[in-house]
């Protein structure tokens, strides 16, 4: 059974930093791209940042390029998410999932297996 589960979500201040961690079981984690997306209320999901399999490929929403870096550390099946000079309006909620695919990444929820998804953490920016 595949278990995702984020965490490092917080409140923080503009301007702030946070540390968001994905750790995955019960799938080979250097079979599966990853991906960070982010859900903010009344608004749609949308796809923050992603990595292929073997890490060296690397994605960013145009809103977030620049300020957030993605990396896996394969020998403890995690994803994580720095986030810097955060943003009010990166208020979300905070998913990861994987995908079993090839290639360059994506940031297209439909290349993310539908059970492979966590349960979010969240995240809240003061202004």
């Known amino acids: 059974q595949v278990q995702v589960q984020e965490s490092g979500g917080g409140l923080v201040q503009a301007g702030g930093s946070l540390r968001l961690s994905c750790t995955i079981s019960g799938l080979s984690f250097d079979e599966y791209a990853m991906a960070w997306f982010r859900q903010a209320p009344g608004k749609e999901r949308e796809g923050v940042s992603c990595?292929?399999?073997?890490?060296?490929?690397?994605d960013y929403a145009d809103s977030v390029r620049g300020r957030f870096t993605i990396s896996r550390d394969k020998t403890k099946n995690t994803l994580y998410l720095q986030m810097n000079t955060l943003k009010p309006e990166d208020t979300a909620m905070y998913y990861c999932?994987?995908?079993?695919?090839?290639?360059?990444?994506?940031?297209?929820?439909?290349?993310?297996?539908?059970?492979?998804w966590g349960k979010g953490t969240q995240v809240t920016i003061s202004s």
């Open positions: 990595i292929n399999v073997i890490g060296d490929n690397t």
């Open positions: 999932a994987a995908g079993h695919y090839g290639g360059a990444c994506s940031l297209h929820s439909v290349f993310y297996d539908r059970e492979k």
